[in-house]
């Protein structure tokens, strides 16, 4: 399978480079996460008091991350009497040896999924396939992105990418004929061939929007109804889960329910929350008769007690943070070369994954705070993506030129004298390339920056310039 890593030897800057390029790329993504922003803002607008909301889900999940030890204790044991095989993975090979062992145990051949961001965290897919076992992904854009051996590039819509002519193209290598590029066409060949494969699974794979410690419930959140048939349908559920997905409270999944639907896709409510405490008793008319939890660490319990990193851990997945992202509504998600895109990919992926593979993910970031301003839980990712350049700077990773530029900048404006002559300078150096008040091509490290916008020409006066007179005035 095909993996976003396939381009992991390129900079982030060298797989920027060519996402730009892609023109349909582009269009696509700035569309639908146009749309998701917008939705957003109406459904945020009209429930009201969104502010508050967000401070008690930061409240909540701060919370619970400082007291992560004993609410998976909690979990782990109300899980347990309700007759769940509960497995702690410390890294992705454990996880992936787990699942695989369960599997292993009941002779089975076929796995049906929903989608999990902690799944395609520990590539379980391209292990079960490894060793004979089928892997059927049943979130539509899951099964797109499967069909199209391409890895999610977007958390909550993992083919935001696709167009409906690659859609129905993939379909019908799949088996399909005569369709059309009709939703309705699309979705009803996807429903029909994965009806089959639910009924003749042995084994479903979720994954857990959060877990429930008072209770040892499993909550999923979803809109096509795929994971209950996932749960449900198959002998044996297997649960695959960060560490860090725990509610203490049912009243605190409330809070959840109005944060994560609205942020995630601008819905009001989700279509489905199921929520599953235990496997099926015998007064259950259906349900699975076997339930495992495979809790994942994988570098999660590393930032635990971190002042600069722990509130990465807050993070319930919604993805508004990527829809608001000029870095990646420009160059979408498989530009990050790692599973999770966008700005909490760029924070969360060189924390999870020790050594240089992501040590420039930080960099992919304008810092502008629309991530912050988006986060329902209020993560301050813009401040940790300093806190992790800070880190590489120190470590002397930086870059040259980049600590050149701004030692000179600070011996500039540390000075005002020096500061007036730099912006007479500037004018006078910079008037040659404008037209109409803007540049709009330019050369040296400005050159990258003009290419796709223009940069705005020094104003005739300065601030400073004009303020003597308005002064008098
Ligand atoms: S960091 Fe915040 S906005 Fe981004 S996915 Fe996580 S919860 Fe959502």
Same mark, same amino acid.
């Given at each position: 399978?095909?993996?976003?890593?396939?381009?992991?030897?390129?900079?982030?800057?060298?797989?920027?480079?060519?996402?730009?390029?892609?023109? *349909?790329?582009?269009?696509?993504?700035?569309?639908?996460? &146009?749309?998701?922003?917008?939705?957003? $803002?109406?459904?945020?607008?009209?429930?009201?008091?969104?502010?508050?909301?967000?401070?008690?889900? %930061? $409240?909540?999940?701060?919370?619970?991350? !400082?007291?992560?030890?004993?609410?998976?204790?909690?979990?782990?044991?109300?899980?347990?009497?309700?007759?769940?095989?509960?497995?702690? @993975?410390? &890294?992705?090979?454990?996880?992936?040896?787990?699942? =695989?062992?369960?599997?292993?145990?009941?002779? !089975?051949?076929?796995?049906?999924?929903?989608?999990?961001?902690?799944?395609?965290?520990?590539?379980?897919? $391209?292990?079960?396939? !490894?060793?004979?076992?089928?892997?059927?992904?049943? &979130? =539509?854009?899951?099964?797109?992105?499967?069909?199209?051996?391409?890895?999610?590039?977007?958390?909550?819509?993992?083919?935001?990418?696709?167009? +409906? %002519?690659?859609?129905?193209? =993939?379909? %019908?290598?799949?088996?399909?004929?005569?369709?059309?590029?009709?939703?309705? &066409?699309?979705?009803? *060949?996807?429903?029909?061939?994965?009806?089959?494969?639910?009924?003749?699974? /042995?084994?479903?794979?979720?994954?857990?929007?959060?877990?429930?410690?008072?209770?040892?419930?499993?909550?999923?959140?979803?809109?096509?109804?795929?994971?209950?048939?996932?749960?449900?349908?198959?002998?044996?559920?297997?649960?695959?889960?960060?560490?860090?997905?725990?509610?203490?409270?049912l009243a605190d999944l409330e809070v959840m329910a109005h944060l994560l639907p609205?942020?995630?896709?601008?819905?009001?409510?989700?279509?489905?929350?199921?929520? =599953?405490?235990?496997?099926?008793?015998?007064?259950?008319?259906?349900?699975?008769? %076997?339930?495992?939890?495979?809790?994942?660490?994988?570098?999660?319990?590393? $930032?635990?007690?971190?002042?600069?990193?722990?509130?990465?851990?807050?993070?319930?997945?919604?993805?508004?943070?990527?829809?608001?992202?000029?870095?990646?509504?420009?160059?979408?998600?498989?530009?990050?070369?790692?599973?999770?895109?966008?700005?909490?990919?760029?924070?969360?992926?060189?924390?999870? /994954?020790?050594?240089?593979?992501?040590?420039?993910?930080?960099?992919?970031?304008?810092?502008?705070?629309?991530?912050?301003?988006?986060?329902?839980?209020?993560?301050?990712?813009?401040?940790m993506l300093v806190q992790h350049r800070q880190k590489l700077v120190a470590s002397?990773?930086?870059?040259?030129?980049?600590?050149? !530029?701004?030692?000179?900048?600070?011996?500039?404006? @540390?000075?005002?004298?020096?500061?007036?002559?730099?912006?007479?300078?500037?004018?006078?150096?910079?008037?040659?390339?404008?037209?109409?008040?803007?540049?709009?091509?330019? *050369?040296?490290?400005?050159?990258?920056?003009?290419?796709? +916008?223009?940069?705005?020409?020094?104003?005739?006066?300065?601030?400073?310039?004009?303020?003597?007179?308005?002064?008098?005035?």
């Amino acid at each position: 399978m095909k993996h976003a890593n396939s381009t992991s030897h390129l900079s982030v800057k060298e797989r920027a480079k060519n996402a730009v390029q892609d023109e *349909f790329l582009r269009n696509a993504v700035r569309f639908t996460t &146009d749309r998701l922003r917008n939705r957003k $803002q109406a459904v945020t607008e009209s429930f009201g008091q969104w502010e508050v909301w967000r401070e008690r889900g %930061e $409240q909540i999940r701060a919370h619970t991350i !400082a007291n992560l030890d004993a609410y998976l204790a909690q979990f782990i044991e109300r899980l347990e009497a309700v007759g769940v095989h509960v497995h702690f @993975a410390v &890294d992705s090979s454990e996880a992936t040896d787990a699942v =695989l062992s369960i599997i292993q145990s009941k002779k !089975a051949r076929k796995v049906v999924k929903s989608k999990s961001m902690v799944s395609e965290e520990i590539h379980i897919n $391209q292990h079960l396939e !490894a060793n004979g076992i089928t892997v059927v992904e049943t &979130d =539509l854009g899951e099964y797109i992105i499967q069909l199209a051996k391409e890895t999610p590039s977007h958390i909550i819509i993992p083919s935001i990418h696709k167009s +409906r %002519e690659q859609i129905r193209d =993939l379909f %019908e290598n799949a088996g399909a004929t005569q369709l059309t590029t009709e939703t309705r &066409d699309l979705t009803a *060949f996807a429903r029909r061939t994965l009806r089959s494969e639910f009924l003749s699974a /042995e084994i479903g794979i979720t994954g857990c929007n959060f877990g429930i410690a008072e209770t040892g419930s499993v909550v999923l959140f979803t809109n096509e109804g795929n994971a209950d048939m996932v749960m449900n349908l198959p002998p044996t559920h297997i649960v695959l889960m960060g560490m860090e997905r725990i509610l203490p409270t049912l009243a605190d999944l409330e809070v959840m329910a109005h944060l994560l639907p609205k942020s995630a896709t601008g819905q009001n409510v989700i279509t489905y929350m199921s929520m =599953l405490t235990g496997p099926k008793r015998s007064a259950d008319r259906d349900g699975a008769t %076997e339930m495992h939890v495979v809790i994942l660490d994988n570098g999660r319990s590393r $930032q635990l007690g971190d002042e600069q990193f722990q509130a990465v851990l807050h993070c319930i997945r919604c993805g508004a943070c990527l829809n608001v992202c000029p870095v990646y509504r420009h160059m979408g998600g498989h530009a990050y070369g790692s599973v999770y895109p966008g700005p909490i990919g760029a924070v969360l992926s060189p924390l999870l /994954e020790k050594g240089e593979q992501y040590s420039d993910l930080p960099y992919a970031s304008s810092l502008c705070g629309a991530c912050f301003e988006a986060c329902p839980v209020r993560i301050p990712l813009h401040d940790m993506l300093v806190q992790h350049r800070q880190k590489l700077v120190a470590s002397g990773h930086g870059n040259p030129s980049e600590r050149m !530029a701004f030692k000179g900048y600070e011996n500039i404006f @540390a000075k005002p004298g020096r500061y007036r002559l730099s912006i007479k300078m500037a004018r006078k150096f910079l008037s040659p390339l404008a037209k109409e008040g803007k540049i709009r091509s330019s *050369f040296g490290p400005l050159a990258g920056w003009t290419k796709s +916008r223009d940069f705005p020409m020094l104003p005739k006066q300065s601030f400073r310039e004009i303020w003597p007179s308005l002064k008098r005035e």
